[in-house]
């Protein structure tokens, strides 16, 4: 290669992602090393140039890559790379290329790009074959003491179990506890968990009101505890012991205590940002002081952006907060206006029943009756769901756009009208009642009377199982909309409100996976509501997968990763946390593994519109 163009080559690979990582010395051993091929236009670049060659970057021109029957694959313009999948491939070559414009390729060849990912496991990764592996490793996973609070109950568990009966004396309690290291015994009747006495129990109901010690361990349990599931997150289990203020917290599996969790200590000693606002936020009398942390907030969603904290880990932490916001006021609610006078539940839907919530997160939610109300219950519930949602705005979580909130009155209803709701977006497919039945298919209780929701789920799956056509209604729904990824690997782009070209990586992007997940989820009868459980139920029922899943599940990390970092540098610089993206804000890393997350969202789609049948359908 001729010395003057050494400068020339260096500067370009300087551009382009990954290389722009290297240090500037391995960037010159490897523009040295760098061949250079010219095609003029309709000239096909043979496959064995390819097959096991190097790679090859587009300086200047543009090129389409077709399926071997002639169709495009994908079409590559500057700085664009190929060549990697065929880097350990035998034999005929994949794919073809025939240059559409005189074009400029660079091939760095196989040996050097082999001995520079030997030394750069980033590397490495980058140029995996498959997107999903690049995906994988574009991100930071949380690790220290965070780490703990995203695992799940089960594996932090205390397996051993103190285990008494109704009659038991409590001195005899107290023995079995001491024998067995425990600060909390379970109390059944037969095999039916009745209540748990802990060593504070011992203490306060006991020894300071100088009760017998031969009396029975009934009389001074708490009755019908609160319990978890082994598989619910940590933090989830963490938030219900501060809600209701207990020391510990059955963990209940098919009906069987199987361990259980006493996490109090850790909480009140811990520094995860995130539990300590959980905790701050059950400990405030007024909506006032509540208002007062919402700074803190901010505070946590930044110190999880800046460890680069994978997208997933920080919607659930922000849900957790958000959980935690909405039930304190329902208890100051209840405070203020009296105790509910007939049963009713409260529940959240969209992102928040999903964990999927972010700092620009609206609210949505709606209230189940137990049965209808005479006028003046139905005032009470006007006047506390009300004070509620805009509570729940001055806290930072707007009042929604499309009403969808329990103080509007068509979502504060018995549970009858609720499955009335059911019955008819499922048998009338207009627009509206498939966006109203979108909303409500994620649906997540909150507070109050837990089964009125159950019934609820029961009813919208039991109307949607096995309906094909249903399943085919929503897909071809979905496909309204498209990756925002258009020929020459360009993002296809809209205006916004300042007429800039900006990606809106929330309609483009991340509800498309949403909405996947959700259809793959109901074809297997799963009742998840988070994305990633919908789209691992789906795969355990072979809907789709274990490569699909994994597929899907790093490309919606990956766009949620560069989403919030957008919305934290906007909340920083004082600006609208919204999902519109200038491309020329993204990094170079960012822009090409966003094109790999697309592509996968679109190879899904098309595959889904040929699984269901959804092509063609109109609504």
């Known amino acids: 290669m001729e010395s003057s163009l050494l400068p020339n080559i260096v500067s370009f690979l300087s551009e382009v992602d990954p290389f722009d990582l290297l240090h500037e010395e391995e960037r010159h051993a490897l523009a040295a090393s760098v061949d250079?091929?010219?095609?003029?236009?309709?000239?096909?670049?043979?496959?064995?140039?390819?097959?096991?060659?190097?790679?090859?970057?587009?300086?200047?021109?543009?090129?389409?890559?077709?399926?071997?029957?002639?169709?495009l694959r994908t079409r590559l313009g500057d700085k664009d790379i190929f060549g990697f999948s065929q880097l350990y491939r035998e034999g005929e070559c994949d794919y073809v290329i025939k240059a559409i414009e005189n074009t400029l390729l660079y091939r760095i060849p196989k040996q050097v790009i082999l001995e520079l990912m030997d030394q750069n496991p980033g590397l490495r990764n980058h140029f995996s074959s498959q997107e999903s592996v690049r995906l994988a490793h574009s991100s930071a996973h949380i690790d220290g003491e965070e780490a703990l609070y995203l695992r799940n109950v089960r594996d932090v568990m205390n397996r051993r179990v103190a285990r008494v009966s109704m009659d038991t004396s409590i001195r005899r309690v107290a023995e079995v506890m001491t024998e067995m290291h425990r600060s909390n015994a379970l109390v059944f009747d037969n095999k039916i968990l009745k209540g748990v006495v802990t060593d504070r129990d011992l203490t306060t109901r006991v020894l300071a009101v100088g009760m017998d010690p031969a009396s029975p361990v009934s009389d001074i349990m708490t009755s019908r505890p609160r319990t978890v599931h082994p598989d619910a997150p940590l933090m989830q289990a963490i938030e219900v012991m501060m809600q209701h203020n207990v020391r510990s917290l059955p963990v209940i599996e098919n009906g069987e205590a199987v361990g259980v969790l006493t996490a109090t200590s850790m909480v009140e000693n811990s520094h995860v940002q995130a539990v300590y606002l959980i905790s701050q936020i059950y400990r405030q009398n007024t909506l006032q002081d509540l208002v007062a942390l919402v700074p803190q907030r901010q505070g946590v969603f930044e110190a999880l952006q800046e460890a680069r904290v994978d997208g997933r880990a920080i919607q659930q932490m922000v849900t957790l907060i958000a959980d935690a916001f909405n039930k304190r006021i329902l208890q100051l609610a209840e405070d203020k206006f009296g105790p509910a006078p007939i049963p009713y539940a409260w529940f959240c839907a969209g992102?928040?029943?999903?964990?999927?919530?972010?700092?620009?997160?609206?609210?949505?939610?709606?209230?189940?009756?137990?049965?209808?109300?005479?006028?003046?219950?139905?005032?009470?519930?006007?006047?506390?769901?009300?004070?509620?949602?805009?509570?729940?705005?001055?806290?930072?979580?707007?009042?929604?756009?499309?009403?969808?909130?329990?103080?509007?009155?068509?979502?504060?209803?018995?549970?009858?009208?609720?499955?009335?709701?059911v019955r008819q977006w499922v048998a009338e497919n207009n627009p509206q009642n498939i966006l109203d039945i979108s909303v409500f298919l994620d649906l997540r209780f909150l507070y109050g009377t837990e089964h009125l929701v159950a019934a609820l789920k029961q009813s919208l799956l039991a109307r949607v199982e096995r309906n094909h056509r249903f399943f085919a209604i929503l897909v071809?729904?979905?496909?309204?909309?498209?990756?925002?990824?258009?020929?020459?690997?360009?993002?296809?782009?809209?205006?916004?409100?300042?007429?800039?070209?900006?990606?809106?990586?929330?309609?483009?992007?991340?509800?498309?996976?949403?909405?996947?997940?959700?259809?793959?989820?109901?074809?297997?009868?799963?009742?998840?509501?988070?994305?990633?459980?919908?789209?691992?139920?789906?795969?355990?029922?072979?809907?789709?997968?274990?490569?699909?899943?994994?597929?899907?599940?790093?490309?919606?990390?990956?766009?949620?990763?560069?989403?919030?970092?957008?919305?934290?540098?906007?909340?920083?610089?004082?600006?609208?946390?919204?999902?519109?993206?200038?491309?020329?804000?993204?990094?170079?890393?960012?822009?090409?593994?966003?094109?790999?997350?697309?592509?996968?969202?679109a190879r899904y789609q098309e595959a889904a519109q040929q699984r269901f049948h959804a092509a063609g359908i109109l609504i």
């Open 36 to 71: 250079i091929l010219y095609l003029k236009q309709n000239e096909n670049l043979p496959g064995e140039h390819i097959v096991g060659q190097g790679l090859y970057l587009v300086r200047t021109g543009a090129i389409d890559q077709n399926h071997p029957d002639g169709s």
């Open 351 to 421: 992102s928040q029943a999903r964990f999927e919530m972010h700092l620009g997160s609206d609210q949505d939610n709606g209230l189940i009756l137990q049965w209808e109300p005479e006028e003046h219950e139905a005032e009470y519930f006007k006047t506390l769901t009300e004070f509620v949602c805009e509570g729940l705005d001055h806290c930072g979580y707007p009042l929604c756009k499309g009403n969808i909130m329990a103080s509007n009155e068509r979502w504060r209803v018995p549970l009858a009208l609720w499955q009335d709701y």
């Open 476 to 601: 071809a729904n979905s496909l309204r909309v498209s990756p925002p990824l258009g020929l020459f690997r360009k993002f296809v782009t809209t205006r916004d409100g300042d007429n800039r070209q900006v990606l809106n990586i929330k309609k483009q992007a991340v509800n498309l996976v949403v909405e996947l997940a959700r259809v793959y989820a109901l074809a297997a009868g799963s009742s998840a509501t988070e994305t990633i459980h919908r789209l691992r139920d789906a795969a355990n029922k072979k809907v789709i997968n274990q490569a699909s899943r994994k597929e899907l599940q790093e490309a919606f990390q990956f766009i949620n990763m560069v989403r919030f970092k957008h919305q934290n540098e906007a909340a920083v610089a004082g600006g609208l946390q919204d999902n519109l993206i200038a491309p020329d804000k993204l990094t170079a890393f960012e822009r090409n593994h966003l094109k790999d997350a697309f592509r996968i969202i």
